[in-house]
């Protein structure tokens, strides 16, 4: 009897990996009439946009919020991400987030909700310091400029953006394009309390704002914070069932439980995968959702991979791997005194000093809660709700600990009950007594199910020299074996829900301009 296959020998598409950003870019793909297949190692699609269970917890594994998903603030209109889905029939049951975030320096004796919507914003400042609400009105114009500069230039396509207007209309933008974020925040002299509260969320981006890109500082906390924020209902796992839905609906098919371990190369060129099973699948091109520096190092034949691309990745440093603990609680966030959404909390927020505290593998005083349940009441259940805390380390720094198979979950045990300690603390809410279900997930987690280079889930870190932004610019000098293209939080666009979207949207617009459109 002969084997039955699964797959077609050959494909116009096969996307690797069914993160948002490989879901994304299959679909576009698919709607625009190409034969595309979809690869995922684990029985199911979504990657980090994903749910497990435990008790009766359906706990969301990472999306805290998403931009560019809602209405927008103000008249502002859809946002980008939003309009690029539902060109792809998709529809997703977004929820608005109510503030932007919460800051509590147990130090400094902060405690501050920062508001969505810039004249909000701006108040809300000018009360907890006064007389920074001008600076950072100013502060944010600037913003508004790079994110105008931004607009034109991606409106300019290949003709590139006109030097006179780029100098007349946007010179601040070129001004601060080559710096680091805390240099453009020093230079505007915030108080101690304001600067504070900007820097919270520096982790989306950079390792610590020394290093982060002010450009791409700009666009996000500025789309941020004049947009609004939402989340899926259901959990994150909701957007990827409903990307895949319009995936299949555009007659895209799903290989789930199929590991990809090598790439084909020939000539120079990608024209295929092979499966862990040894099947060889051949295709005009290939997106990968995963990490390219493993990707160079593990997946490709050396021989084939360019010199230049294995200097660049290798030089690229990995951005930051999580500690998390998700604790599903017997009563609701108002019951124990959680009152805000996303909390960030920490001795203070200097970048730095956390940076350098997160190189060595042990509770450090930074740590990010969000409680889905503030955001949408009875979405864990009717008399319980959830709390999850995350922590990020140097992607070596699990490597260089002490930790053994015999002390590991003592170890992981201890650090939650730090957190859970330094949270009850930082806030008055009382939950220890509350916690029914515990799960901790480590570097070594994302390691094992999602085969994250390093346990690192955020890519690389957007530098001066580095961001979205430069690699945007550069991306088809990065094209570095032709066929092969990256999407996911490693892409050009740098991580995020939102990024990834964008990220799995604009390649696959590159995959089929280079395939020759849609049929």
């Not at 051949?282 to 021989?303: C, F, L, W």
């Not at 294995?310 to 599903?328: D, H, I």
Request: with cysteine; hydrophobic share 35%.
């Amino acid at each position: 009897m002969s084997e039955v296959k699964r797959f077609l020998p050959s494909y116009d598409a096969i996307v690797v990996g069914a993160g948002l950003g490989g879901l994304t870019a299959a679909t576009r793909l698919a709607k625009a009439g190409k034969s595309v297949l979809l690869l995922e190692q684990h029985n199911m699609t979504g990657g980090y946009a994903t749910s497990f269970v435990r008790g009766r917890y359906e706990f969301e594994v990472s999306l805290h919020e998403a931009c560019e998903c809602g209405d927008g603030l103000n008249g502002t209109g859809y946002g980008t991400v939003r309009k690029m889905l539902e060109d792809l029939d998709v529809e997703v049951d977004w929820r608005p987030v109510p503030d932007a975030y919460r800051v509590i320096c147990s130090d400094l004796g902060i405690d501050f909700t920062m508001p969505f919507g810039i004249e909000n914003c701006i108040k809300a400042i000018e009360e907890l310091e006064p007389g920074n609400g001008k600076k950072v009105r100013n502060y944010f114009k600037l913003f508004e400029e790079i994110n105008e500069a931004l607009e034109y230039i991606g409106s300019c396509g290949k003709a590139g953006p006109e030097p006179k207007v780029m100098a007349t209309k946007y010179s601040s933008f070129l001004r601060s394009a080559a710096y680091e974020t805390d240099e453009v925040n020093k230079s505007f002299k915030f108080g101690p309390k304001t600067e504070q509260v900007l820097n919270a969320y520096y982790g989306y981006i950079s390792r610590h704002l020394s290093e982060a890109s002010f450009t791409v500082w700009a666009q996000m906390i500025y789309i941020y914070l004049r947009d609004g924020a939402h989340i899926a209902n259901k959990t994150s796992h909701a957007i990827a069932n409903d990307i895949e839905k319009a995936f299949r609906k555009h007659g895209g098919q799903v290989g789930t439980c199929t590991k990809v371990v090598k790439y084909l190369i020939e000539d120079g060129r990608c024209v295929g995968v092979r499966t862990a099973d040894g099947e060889e699948i051949r295709a005009k091109y290939v997106i990968s959702n995963g990490n390219p520096t493993y990707t160079y190092m593990e997946m490709i034949d050396r021989k084939d991979v360019p010199e230049d691309a294995l200097k660049l990745t290798a030089a690229r440093e990995q951005l930051g791997s999580p500690f998390l603990v998700y604790l599903g609680l017997d009563a609701l966030p108002q019951d124990m005194g959680i009152e805000s959404y996303e909390y960030f909390i920490g001795a203070d927020m200097d970048t730095e000093r956390i940076y350098q505290e997160s190189n060595e593998w042990a509770p450090h005083a930074k740590v990010s809660a969000t409680c889905i349940d503030v955001a949408i009441p009875g979405m864990t259940g009717p008399d319980r709700c959830q709390l999850n805390f995350t922590t990020l380390y140097d992607p070596e720094a699990l490597n260089k600990s002490d930790l053994t198979k015999y002390n590991y979950l003592p170890e992981n045990e201890r650090f939650a009950n730090v957190l859970i300690d330094y949270f009850e603390e930082a806030t008055g809410a009382r939950i220890r007594d509350h916690i029914e279900e515990i799960a901790i997930a480590t570097p070594a987690t994302f390691t094992r199910y999602a085969n994250a280079f390093k346990g690192n889930i955020y890519g690389y870190p957007c530098t001066a020299v580095d961001g979205a932004v430069t690699r945007m610019l550069r991306a088809e000098e990065e094209r570095y074996i032709p066929g092969l293209d990256f999407v996911g939080s490693a892409g050009i666009r740098a991580h995020g829900y939102s990024s990834v979207i964008t990220n799995g949207y604009d390649i696959a617009g590159v995959a089929l301009e280079k395939m020759g459109g849609a049929e």
